[in-house]
Each structure stands twice: as structure tokens, then as C-alpha cells.
């Protein structure tokens, strides 16, 4: 089994390297051939090394100069918990949002398995409403 | 009772600025000062669907009689223009 900080690690890597630096070729070394990632974002669940790029790929088609930093890790038996912020200017189209240029940070949690040095399994929920205000995409509140 | 129900859409902790797009966290806009570059990108931006029509209405144009009649008007006058140079 893998150390606590052996799965810092691979959770680290999933966000810097893969979405964050758009090393793609990352997911190759470690993303398992039966991963399941549940992105509270997508309806269905990405599957395999290939859902991760495709994933990945999106969000950096939509956000070209997305950045993500780790705000916090905390890893356990097989699981990795990686709290992290992303920033990135909407310039593609997101989810049919044409774009708007407007800069997005976001806040978002990865709970990953990993199994044999590879992410198995993904849990990640992030700020999604809170994206689609900073874009425009739904209405802020000014006052109380 | 009637009590007042806390606004449906809350901030997020951070709000674009409404100039140049810039992600700003909230209290922190006075001490934003826009990029130049990023000011540009963003109205570019923008701009892109009036852009996008202005290319499609140039098309239209230079492909019409009178677009293709104005573009051979304007050679003849260049090269007029270079003769008597």
C-alpha cells in the first residue's frame, strides 16, 4: 500500500500536472485503465484514462490558462483528499456558455482511491454555481 | 411570521471586474488596478460576435456586383495613382 505521502502525491499530480499544466500523457502513469471519476459537474461519470483526458481537456479548452493550486491534503488507508483552487479566464465554450473572457477562481475537493500507484476511483465536487455567477451565466444578489 | 429570507444568490468569494474580467476577491476591488493586456483581451472578447458579423457582412460584400465593382475601382485608381507618381 501506498505511504500518506505517496498519495499526496498522486493526488497533487491529478490537478497540477493533468488539469492544471495540460500533461495529459500524466494520466498514462497514473490513472488506473478501470478508473471511475464522479465530477459533480458532468452527468455521467468519466471512465478510463481517456474520460480523464477528455475531461481535462474540456475544462482547458474552455479555460486555456487554468492554474490550480493545493490548499490542503489529508491522506488515509487508500484515499487522498486534495482541497484545491483553480483560476482560469473563460475563453472556450463551457457546457454550451459561449465565452466571455471573464476570469473564474473556483474552490473544489478530489477525493481520490488509488490502487497499485494509480488513481481508481474520483469523487471531486467544486463550486460550480459559484463558476457560473463569476461568468455570468447566473445572477449574483448586490443587496440583502 | 414573515421572515426575511437571505438573498437567493449569494457573492462568491470572488466576482470578475467589470472592466478588464479580472477575478477579484470581494472586498479586495479598490486595491484592483487592470492590466493593460487583459483589458484588451476581455473587450476583444467581447467584441467578437460584432467581429465575427463585420467579417461575414466584408464577404458578403466583396462578393456582391457592387462590392467586386468597388475592388476593381480601387486597383485602377491605385495604379492610376502610380503612374503618375
Redesign the interface.
Known amino acids: 500500500m501506498a505511504t500518506t505521502d505517496e498519495l499526496k502525491t498522486i493526488g497533487r499530480r491529478v490537478i497540477e500536472e493533468i488539469f492544471g499544466e495540460g500533461r495529459l500523457e500524466v494520466a498514462d502513469e497514473i490513472i488506473s485503465a478501470d478508473f471511475v471519476g464522479y465530477d459533480a459537474a458532468l452527468p455521467e461519470p468519466n471512465r478510463g484514462i481517456e474520460g480523464v483526458k477528455q475531461s481535462a481537456a474540456g475544462y482547458r479548452a474552455a479555460f486555456p490558462d487554468i492554474t490550480f493550486v493545493v490548499d490542503e491534503q489529508i491522506a488515509e488507508g487508500d484515499t487522498v483528499v486534495t482541497r484545491w483552487t483553480g483560476r482560469g479566464t473563460h475563453e472556450g465554450d463551457l457546457f454550451g456558455i459561449a465565452p466571455t473572457g471573464k476570469q473564474a477562481t473556483v474552490t473544489g475537493i478530489s477525493i481520490d482511491r488509488i490502487a497499485d500507484g494509480k488513481v481508481v476511483e474520483d469523487h471531486t465536487n467544486w463550486d460550480t454555481f459559484g463558476l457560473m455567477q463569476q461568468i455570468g451565466a447566473i445572477p449574483t444578489a448586490t443587496t440583502a | 411570521m414573515y421572515r426575511a429570507m437571505?438573498?437567493?444568490?449569494?457573492?462568491?468569494?470572488?466576482?470578475?471586474c467589470p472592466e478588464c474580467?479580472?477575478?477579484v476577491?470581494r472586498g479586495r476591488e479598490d486595491d484592483h488596478v487592470c492590466e493593460e493586456e487583459?483589458l484588451l483581451?476581455?473587450r476583444?472578447?467581447?467584441l467578437?460576435e460584432e467581429i465575427a458579423r463585420f467579417d461575414d457582412d466584408l464577404a458578403a460584400y466583396l462578393s456582391s456586383q457592387r462590392g467586386r465593382f468597388d475592388v476593381w475601382y480601387a486597383a485602377r485608381e491605385r495604379s492610376k495613382r502610380r503612374d503618375q507618381a
Open positions: 437571505p438573498p437567493p444568490f449569494p457573492l462568491p468569494a470572488h466576482m470578475p474580467g479580472a477575478s476577491a487583459r483581451r476581455y476583444m472578447i467581447q467578437r
